[in-house]
C-alpha cells in the first residue's frame, strides 16, 4: 500500500496540487487523502470504500485507476495471505462455538439478526390488520344486507 500511497502522492505534487485542493475537489477529507498517501489501510473499515476512494483519487490525478485497483488488490491478496493458519483456525473455531451456544447468550449485530421485540411487533401488526379486516367485512355485510332490506321493502310497496 505504501507503493501505492506514494505514486498518489507524487503525481499529487508534481502536478502542483496541494493535498487541500485535492480534497475540495474530489470532496474527500483530507486526512482520508492523507491515510491514503501514508499506506495507512488499518484506519479504513471498509475496503470497497478505500477502492472507491482510490480510483476517484487516481483518475482526478489522471493515473490509470485500473492499474491501481489492480495493484491494490495485488497488495490485498499478499497482504491476507500472510495471516498465519493459526488464526484462520482460531476464528473458525470461534464462530463455531459461538453456533453452538444458547441462542440468548450469543453475540449478535443489532443490524443482521432479529430480535425478540421485532417477532412481537409483527405479531401485533398481523393481528391488528387481522382485526381491521374483520370489522370491514362486517361492515360491508351490514350494509349490504341494510341495502337489500331496504330493496325488498321498496320493491313489495311499490
Not at 63 to 85: G, H, Q
Not at 108 to 132: E, F, N, Q
Amino acid at each position: 500500500m505504501d507503493d501505492i500511497g506514494n505514486l498518489l502522492r507524487e503525481s499529487r505534487e508534481s502536478q502542483g496540487v496541494s493535498i487541500e485542493e485535492a480534497s475540495e475537489d474530489l470532496d474527500i477529507k483530507k486526512i482520508v487523502l492523507e491515510n491514503i498517501e501514508d499506506g495507512n489501510i488499518g484506519s479504513f473499515k471498509d475496503i470497497f470504500l478505500l477502492k472507491d476512494y482510490l480510483t476517484k483519487y487516481a483518475k482526478y490525478l489522471g493515473l490509470d485507476d485500473k492499474k491501481v485497483i489492480d495493484n491494490f488488490n495485488d497488495y490485498l491478496f499478499e497482504y491476507t495471505s500472510k495471516i498465519p493458519l493459526d488464526e484462520i483456525e482460531k476464528a473458525i473455531e470461534d464462530k463455531k462455538k459461538d453456533e453452538n451456544r444458547n441462542p440468548e447468550e450469543r453475540i449478535v449485530s443489532p443490524y443482521t439478526s432479529p430480535t425478540k421485540r421485532d417477532s412481537k411487533v409483527k405479531i401485533v401488526i398481523i393481528v391488528a390488520l387481522i382485526i381491521i379486516a374483520t370489522l370491514v367485512a362486517i361492515f360491508m355485510v351490514s350494509k349490504f344486507s341494510v341495502n337489500s332490506r331496504t330493496a325488498n321493502i321498496v320493491s313489495y310497496n311499490g
